[in-house]
């Protein structure tokens, strides 16, 4: 293979790993999004279920659950980021365009 298809190769290579790397930030920033919402529908839930006088211990434990959860997906929505920000940092010779 000749260097300048070589080069085109790992261009290639990069753009894709890119375009996948972004898929996945959109994609987390979706459940993120999610689970906010699912969260502040637990709290309206639990705040009901206390007006009613109702045991609300089960919902509580599921909105922590869901509060872990959350967290998590806000430190993998981070993690993503900082893969890109490193890979883009490094100047690793790719350009921004071919």
């Known amino acids: 293979m000749t260097p300048d298809l070589a080069n085109l190769d790992r261009e290639?290579?990069?753009?894709?790993w890119l375009e996948r790397e972004y898929e996945h930030l959109v994609q987390a920033t979706r459940h993120l999004a999610d689970w906010?919402?699912?969260v502040a529908d637990?709290?309206?839930a639990i705040e009901?279920?206390?007006a009613k006088g109702w045991d609300t211990s089960l919902a509580e434990v599921l909105?922590?659950?869901?509060?872990r959860?959350?967290?998590e997906g806000r430190r993998h929505q981070q993690l993503i980021l900082e893969v890109l920000a490193s890979r883009r940092s490094q100047g690793d010779g790719h350009t921004d365009a071919l």
Request: no cysteine; hydrophobic share 40%; aromatic share 0%.
């Open 12 to 16: 290639l290579d990069h753009l894709i």
């Open 36 to 38: 906010k919402r699912r």
């Open 42 to 44: 637990q709290e309206i």
């Open 48 to 50: 009901e279920m206390n």
């Open 63 to 67: 909105l922590q659950t869901m509060r």
């Open 69 to 71: 959860t959350l967290v």
